[in-house]
């Protein structure tokens, strides 16, 4: 029985943020085992996606500041949905972008 690939959610292209500290798996032999690459909060931009067979997950190149990084969704948000997750929070949801400050009343 063959399992089906788990669908990427993100797409080249698309700005994200660092989610947790990315550090340095062996992948940069210039710097130290488990040397922090990328800080949580960083953002970068999607440069490739690919697929991780034996985990059957998407993994995602991400440039942050000229440094690409291999990342798992778990890793990673957009940077979109981090952004309204803020106003949420705040309680300033956002309107959609067709809304006028005078129909969102009626």
Same mark, same amino acid.
């Given at each position: 029985?063959?399992?089906?690939?788990?669908?990427? %959610?993100? %797409?080249?292209?698309? %700005? #994200? #943020?660092?989610?947790?500290?990315?550090?340095?798996?062996?992948?940069?032999?210039?710097?130290?085992?488990?040397?922090?690459? #990328?800080?949580?909060?960083?953002?970068?931009?999607?440069?490739?996606?690919?697929?991780?067979?034996?985990?059957?997950?998407?993994?995602?190149?991400?440039?942050?500041?000229?440094?690409?990084?291999?990342?798992?969704?778990?890793?990673?948000?957009?940077?979109?949905?981090?952004?309204?997750?803020?106003?949420?929070?705040?309680?300033?949801?956002?309107?959609?972008?067709?809304?006028?400050?005078?129909?969102?009343?009626?």
């Amino acid at each position: 029985m063959m399992i089906e690939p788990r669908e990427a %959610q993100y %797409q080249w292209g698309q %700005q #994200v #943020v660092a989610l947790v500290d990315l550090l340095n798996d062996g992948t940069y032999p210039d710097r130290a085992p488990d040397e922090v690459l #990328v800080e949580i909060g960083s953002e970068g931009e999607i440069v490739q996606v690919g697929h991780h067979e034996e985990a059957n997950q998407p993994v995602y190149m991400v440039e942050f500041n000229g440094l690409v990084i291999g990342c798992l969704e778990e890793e990673i948000m957009l940077c979109m949905e981090l952004d309204q997750m803020a106003a949420e929070a705040r309680g300033q949801q956002r309107l959609p972008v067709d809304v006028t400050p005078d129909s969102a009343s009626a």
